[in-house]
């Protein structure tokens, strides 16, 4: 499975960014889809989550913020990001493997190379 995330970039505090992540090699339908993102001298940390029923799990930080979706016909996920915080500032990641949705980073056995959000206050 090979995955490409994008659609990072600098935003101001209030403002909105939408990350995708294509997918390819697999049955994506069935794989569980999450994002985690790594900030500056920090380890990455789980963000949101998407399993092959569009049952949805999140970082209490991001709830009512953020909103993962997947569109399964064009093996992507989403990660729509609103309100953004300067504590959202990292590198996110998106991740993916078969199973229900997970938070935990060694669930997820393939990787996506990761984009960068930075948001100024």
């Known amino acids: 499975v090979q995955l490409q995330a994008y659609g990072g970039g600098l935003v101001q505090a209030g403002g909105s960014l939408r990350l995708s992540c294509a997918a390819s090699g697999r049955t994506f339908s069935r794989y569980r889809m999450g994002w985690f993102r790594q900030a500056p001298g920090k380890e990455r940390a789980f963000v949101a989550a998407?399993?092959?029923?569009?049952?949805?799990y999140y970082v209490d930080s991001v709830k009512g913020r953020f909103t993962i979706a997947r569109d399964n016909a064009k093996n992507t996920v989403y990660l729509q990001m609103n309100s953004l915080k300067p504590e959202d500032t990292a590198v996110y990641y998106c991740?993916?493997?078969?199973?229900?949705?997970?938070?935990?980073?060694?669930?997820?056995?393939?990787w996506g190379q990761g984009t960068q959000v930075t948001v100024s206050s």
């Open positions: 998407i399993d092959w029923s569009g049952s949805t």
């Open positions: 991740a993916t493997s078969r199973g229900i949705a997970s938070t935990y980073d060694y669930d997820y056995d393939y």
